[in-house]
Each structure stands twice: as C-alpha cells, then as structure tokens.
C-alpha cells in the first residue's frame, strides 16, 4: 500500500478541490460523498472510490494503486492522491 503527503499549493471548499493557481476544469476535481473525479471528463479510469478507510481507481484497482488514508481528512487524502497522481 502507498503512503502519500500533501503540497499546500491547493485549496478545498469541501466538496472542490483545485490548485491555489491557475485552477480549470481539467485540474479541478469534485467530490460527491463516495467518489473523487475531474469537473470535467470524467472517466472510469480516472474517477476515484472510497472503500473502508483506502481509495482506489473505480477501474482496474490493484495493490499498487491502492492507497491507505491512515488518519487523515478524505479531503486530505484526495489532495495527496491528486497529486501524487497529477
């Protein structure tokens, strides 16, 4: 399982998540209560879920793209996921 950290270049309203800087609807992700995905083309292979306390792909999940979120905020670890992934 992957571990990851946060940058403090971007910003949550809570259910919005998108850099601090030159944020578009490519790089802004949404979150609705159980899946994280772009505002804008959102796909299968790019849509993430919540399971229990791990986020995974909603397509294609394995070990090695499947992250713990330990402690942390789901806003937190849907930041560090973004961009890590990013």
């Not at 800087?21 to 609705?32: E, K, M, Q, Y």
């Not at 713990?68 to 849907?78: K, N, Q, R, S, Y």
Request: glycine residues 10%.
């Amino acid at each position: 399982m992957n571990t990851i950290s946060l940058p403090r270049d971007w910003v949550c309203d809570g259910s919005t998540l998108k850099p601090k800087s030159g944020a578009r609807l490519d790089n802004t992700w949404v979150f609705n209560g159980k899946e994280l995905k772009p505002k804008s083309g959102a796909r299968l292979n790019n849509t993430w879920v919540v399971d229990g306390n791990k986020i995974k792909p909603k397509s294609g999940a394995r070990f090695n793209n499947t992250y713990d979120m330990g402690e942390e905020p789901i806003l937190v670890v849907f930041g560090q996921l973004i961009l890590h992934l990013w």
